[in-house]
């Protein structure tokens, strides 16, 4: 079992920047890609961004590259989204995800609570 809490979401405006943060816990959380993905209101939940375990290979949205930067830190079991050039297109619930995969998440083992970030224009 892995529990998944994210942090960091809020309010900023157009142009502006957030941090995500999403720490994992449970015995072979480090053993899991973790990732990131979205969901605005009345939108299906989104693929944003997610990195392997071991070798920190990262894939992105076509929508998020060269602004979001997805990290983890596997002795805090923590992952991180860095997310510059805000628009407000990337208002959502965003979602930490955690699966046992050596690529790309596709569908999650499990899923973070969410939190929300509002970029206003």
């Known amino acids: 079992q892995v529990q998944l809490v994210e942090s960091g979401g809020g309010l900023v405006q157009a142009g502006g920047s957030l941090r995500l943060s999403c720490a994992a816990s449970?015995?072979?959380?480090?053993?899991?890609?973790m990732g990131w993905f979205r969901q605005a209101p009345g939108k299906e939940r989104e693929f944003v961004a997610s990195?392997?375990?071991?070798?920190?290979?990262?894939y992105y949205a076509d929508s998020v590259k060269e602004r979001f930067t997805i990290s983890r830190d596997n002795t805090k079991n923590t992952v991180y989204l860095q997310m510059n050039s805000l628009k407000p297109e990337d208002t959502a619930v965003y979602y930490c995800?955690?699966?046992?995969?050596?690529?790309?998440?596709?569908?999650?083992?499990?899923w973070g609570q969410g939190t929300q970030v509002t970029v206003s224009s």
């Open positions: 995800a955690a699966a046992r995969t050596s690529g790309q998440i596709m569908g999650a083992d499990y």
């Open positions: 449970g015995r072979t959380a480090r053993t899991y890609a």
């Open positions: 990195i392997t375990w071991a070798t920190f290979t990262t």
